[in-house]
Structure formats: C-alpha cells, structure tokens
C-alpha cells in the first residue's frame, strides 16, 4: 500500500498538478521509479528477478492510479467548460440559503406590535401547568367537560399536573404576581402568546397543538366599551382598516358577559367565499369582560378594580389571513409552503 501516493494523487486538483506527479513517479529521470531501476542495477546478481518484480508491480501500480485520476479530471473539466460556456454574467448572483422566523410566529409578532403602542408587554407562562392555574383560578367549575382526560393531557406520573388547554392559565399567574403592586401601576395590560394542548384528532381544522395569544386589561370602571374598542383597533390593524367587528353573546366561566368576536370577512368575495362560507363574517376570538372570581383568585378586590380579556387562535387567524386550507402544513415544514406564505406580512 503506497499511502503517500495514493494522498499526492487525491490532491491533484487538476491536469497540470497530476502531469507533474507523474513526472515525479514514472519520469524518465529523476523519478522515485528511475531511482528504483538505478537501485536494481546496483544489486546482487541472486537478489535481481525479485527485486525486478516488486519493482515493476509498484511501477505499474502507479501508472494505473495516474491514467484513472486523468480520466476523472478530464472530465471534471468538461463540466466546468460546459458551465462556462452557459455563464450568462449579467444574471443576479444565486440567493444564498438564509432562514426565517415561521409563518405564525411572524403573526404573533405582528400582532405584538400592533398592541404595544397600547401599552401592551408580553407575558408568558409554562405549557406544562397546574390544575390550579388552568382551571381552578378561572373560575372553571370540577365537573366541567374541559377538565375530564378525554380532552386534556394530564401527566400520567403527576395528576395534578397537565398541558395547558388555553393561554388563559397566563391570566392567574400575572395577576397573582402583580396583585401587590396593581395600584401603583394603576393597572395591568399585556399579551400572552404560546402553545397549547387539547386531545384533538388531527384533521385539517385541528391539532392537539396550537397557538394561541391572550390578551388581557385590569384598571378602574373598565367595561365591554374598552374591549370592543380595543378589538376594533386591533383587528383593523390586521385585517385592513375597513374591518367591521360583531360581538355575539357566549360563555366561558372566566369572564361575565362572555362574547365571541366576528370580523367582517377580510378576504370576501361574497356568495362562493371560502373563508366566511357566504355569511360575511369569520370568527375570530373570545372575550368577555373579568368575572369577579378571577380577581379574587388573584387577592384583587371586584370592587375596585375591572377588566377583560380575550384569546384568538393564531393558525386559525393565519389560515384565514393566507387562505391556507389545511391546518398541518404550518407544522410540517415543507419548505415550499414557508416560502409561499411570505405574503402573511
Ligand atoms: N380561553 C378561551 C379558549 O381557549 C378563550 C378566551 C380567553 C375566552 C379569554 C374569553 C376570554 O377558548
């Protein structure tokens, strides 16, 4: 096994390099095979016929790892003068390969933005949650359907323990950590983004894993005025300014009265519409103004302090937004779907 060779031939990058290795090894003179015939000359007449054999193995050896490295290069320099003659250098140079922040998460930013100019930080809390947090300090009753383990993912090793069902368990942790401090900061208003868990069947409208974002407001004499106001502004900001909202009556223990927010449908093009079916208007969130029990959880008094809160659903806003019809291609990372929904900005 001649290593050095074997090296010296892989390293020759193109047809001068190996015509100077060849030169090296096989030349006529000076060569590492000239030099072996020279030792040849000079041996024991006994030691010659041996000598000679090895001497012309390794020789032909190299000869054959040469003419093979030949036809490899030369044909490597075919494809590169055919490259060559096809460079057309007046074409915009390739796009290098970069990556980019995912469809829903440009929406949540999106939607950040739209609401910090209102005074509105991010909060967040942990996907793994507390019954408690979940369900107990939103008012949510011990036998309502959400809490059986046909609809949440509790953890088999610690029952009190499970994946949030909502962004709302955010709600219980912000206020229980700024009770204290609400009245010197006159209040509290943030958003809450993240993930969260419901025992769904995946179809092309579900997932045991979504996005949601919470919104939330606590101050004094606040009412459902400052929530569809706020609701207006926001998801005319995002829809176009032309967007019509309508709250229609609903339920969620959390909040008193309880709504459900349509927006006029942003992508209408009336009876065949995809998105609204027709009727105009798209679903987008609930809401509801604070049920005092909320606050009291959190050791605040209902009778000074009011507020809101609503969550939306962001794969179910972004379907709308981009007329996606089906939900799993925003987890599957296919990238001809990401680069298509650039448009979502
Ligand atoms: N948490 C509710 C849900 O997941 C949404 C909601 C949030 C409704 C806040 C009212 C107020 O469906």
């Known amino acids: 096994a001649d290593r050095a060779f074997a090296g010296a031939l892989a390293a020759c990058g193109d047809l001068d390099a190996l015509l100077r290795l060849k030169g090296a090894y096989v030349g006529r003179e000076g060569s590492h095979a000239a030099r072996l015939m020279e030792l040849l000359k000079a041996a024991p007449k006994e030691q010659k016929r041996d000598l000679g054999a090895a001497i012309n193995g390794l020789k032909q050896q190299w000869e054959e790892g040469l003419k093979a490295r030949q036809g490899e290069l030369e044909t490597a320099k075919k494809h590169l003068n055919a490259l060559a003659s096809n460079w057309d250098s007046s074409l915009p140079p390739p796009v290098p390969a970069h990556g980019a922040l995912h469809p ?25 949650e507390t019954e408690a947090h979940n369900f107990d300090g939103l008012n949510i009753p011990e036998d309502h359907p959400a809490k059986a383990s046909s609809d949440t993912f509790y953890l088999a090793a610690h029952p009190e323990l499970l994946l949030r069902t909502h962004t709302s368990p955010v709600q219980v942790r912000t206020l229980l950590r700024v009770a204290p401090s609400l009245e010197q900061h006159g209040g509290i208003r943030f958003l809450a983004p993240g993930r969260v868990y419901r025992k769904d069947e995946i179809d092309p409208t579900h997932s045991p894993m979504f996005h949601q974002v919470e919104g939330m407001l606590v101050g004094h004499d606040i009412g459902m005025q400052h929530l569809k106001g706020t609701l207006e502004y926001a998801l005319r900001a995002l829809f176009g300014p032309h967007t019509e909202i309508r709250l229609r009556p609903s339920y969620f223990p959390f909040v008193e009265p309880g709504c459900e927010v349509d927006v006029s449908c942003p992508l209408c093009d009336a009876k065949g519409c995809r998105v609204c079916k027709g ?18 959880y959190a050791g605040i008094d209902p009778a000074e302090w009011s507020g809101w809160a609503f969550g939306m659903g962001v ?7 981009s007329q996606t019809p089906d939900l799993r291609l925003f987890f599957e990372n296919d990238q001809r779907f990401l680069k298509a929904m650039g448009g979502l900005d």
């Not at 999106?110 to 809390?125: C, D, I, Q, W």
């Not at 009727?279 to 009291?296: F, K």
């Open 104 to 128: 829903l998460n440009r929406l949540v930013d999106r939607l950040v933005e739209v609401f910090r100019p209102l005074g509105f930080h991010v909060e967040e809390g942990p996907e793994v």
């Open 279 to 296: 009727s105009g208007w798209v679903e987008i969130l609930g809401a509801g103004l604070l049920h005092p029990n909320v606050l009291r």
């Open 315 to 321: 794969e179910r806003m972004a379907m709308m937004l």
